[in-house]
């Protein structure tokens, strides 16, 4: 490779890790070119895999300010650089690994913080962005309903009370 050209990579992949919010990085070995296409295909959106030179993805990575990867960079190695939701992401690399034992996840980067395999992998049993904001808004309008119904029985009970009073008082000829 010319010297134009790693430079060229490397400013690449230095956009790429600037311009995602989690870089997940995997072995390939042992995958075919279909494997590989069908991965791509199954992140979608959300993801884009390349196939990376590892003393280039290094230098990249340092110049964005990343060198939690340094020491998993060894052997043929690829990155899942995720622009969408990391959840989704994690769960379709946990799906294909599923399928496709070959695939290794090495660990990753989720908005600068160094995450390991397993920490992937309780990310990708997460529930989607969607649900869980859908979740917190039932939660939300839930207890609005129950502090509406506690002051509206405040007013209630007070006047059940008053009218208790004066039913006693009037009993007691007062």
């Not at 995958?31 to 991965?39: E, G, P």
């Not at 196939?51 to 020491?71: F, Y």
């Not at 995450?115 to 979740?135: F, G, T």
């Amino acid at each position: 490779m010319a010297k134009a050209e790693k430079a060229t990579a490397v400013a690449e992949l230095k956009s790429s890790f600037e311009g995602s919010s989690a870089a997940v990085l995997t072995e390939y070995r042992g995958l075919t070119v279909a494997q590989l296409k069908q991965l791509r295909v199954s992140l979608g959106e959300n993801a884009k895999f390349a196939v990376v030179k590892n003393t280039l993805t290094k230098i990249a990575a340092n110049e964005a300010g990343i060198n939690q990867l340094d020491g998993l960079l060894a052997g043929p190695s690829a990155i899942a650089f995720v622009n969408g939701d990391v959840v989704e992401a994690a769960k379709s690399l946990r799906d294909f690994a599923k399928a496709n034992p070959l695939l290794v996840i090495k660990g990753g980067v989720v908005d600068g913080k160094s995450m390991s395999p397993a920490e992937i992998s309780k990310l990708a049993d997460l529930e989607s962005r969607e649900v869980l904001l859908a979740k917190l808004a039932g939660a939300l309008k839930a207890k609005q309903g129950h502090a509406a119904a506690v002051f509206n029985a405040l007013p209630t009970n007070m006047a059940q009370l008053a009218e208790a009073l004066r039913a006693k008082r009037e009993e007691a000829g007062e």
